[in-house]
């Protein structure tokens, strides 16, 4: 996993890849990812985790191929970035499923751990960059990628958690 550091790539999204560019890796992420759901569905039915498995190959698969086409650190954090917020819109679409199928009166306590985690992500995220920065490490841009790394793989975790919790209710 790769991760993000106080280094302004949001406002640069995407600069390095023209729109054809994008595409042809939308393109080619949708053929694989057909292709992974082929095998998936081959041994087992279309089941919520085997679309979440490929939603998450998608995801990867993304990345890696940013990474590839830009090797450079800005090509890495700007596609690392961008993995951070699909996990993002996966771990608020899943929260949302979950935060449904809850009865009412125990939605409070996803809610509340959801203000938990992102409290602690948030204060986390001002720890990470103070330690990542060149006070303590004397500088370099190894350190941005381990800080963006550190950062989505902490969104890529809980997203898979609250997907558990929804895949896990029986009602």
């Not at 890796?25 to 998936?40: C, D, G, P, T």
């Not at 998608?58 to 996990?87: C, F, Q, V, W």
């Not at 751990?113 to 992500?121: D, S």
């Not at 720890?127 to 370099?140: C, E, F, Q, R, V």
């Amino acid at each position: 996993m790769i991760m993000l550091l106080a280094y302004n790539v949001s406002a640069q999204t995407n600069s390095n890849f023209t729109e054809a560019e994008l595409k042809n890796i939308r393109q080619e992420v949708n053929a694989q990812a057909k292709v992974f759901q082929q095998q998936l569905l081959s041994t087992a039915e279309d089941t919520l985790r085997n679309r979440f498995t490929v939603d998450t190959f998608k995801i990867e698969y993304t990345l890696r191929l940013k990474m590839d086409k830009n090797p450079s650190t800005h090509g890495m954090l700007e596609a690392m970035n961008d993995a951070n917020t699909a996990y993002d819109k996966m771990l608020n679409h899943y929260y949302q499923l979950l935060l449904k199928k809850m009865k009412s009166g125990d939605k409070v306590y996803l809610i509340n751990a959801q203000k938990a985690w992102i409290q602690f992500r948030d204060e986390d995220e001002k720890l990470l960059s103070t330690l990542h920065g060149d006070a303590y490490t004397g500088g370099g841009t190894m350190y941005q990628l381990s800080y963006y790394s550190a950062l989505l793989q902490r969104v890529q975790q809980r997203a898979i958690e609250v997907f558990l919790y929804y895949e896990n209710i029986n009602i």
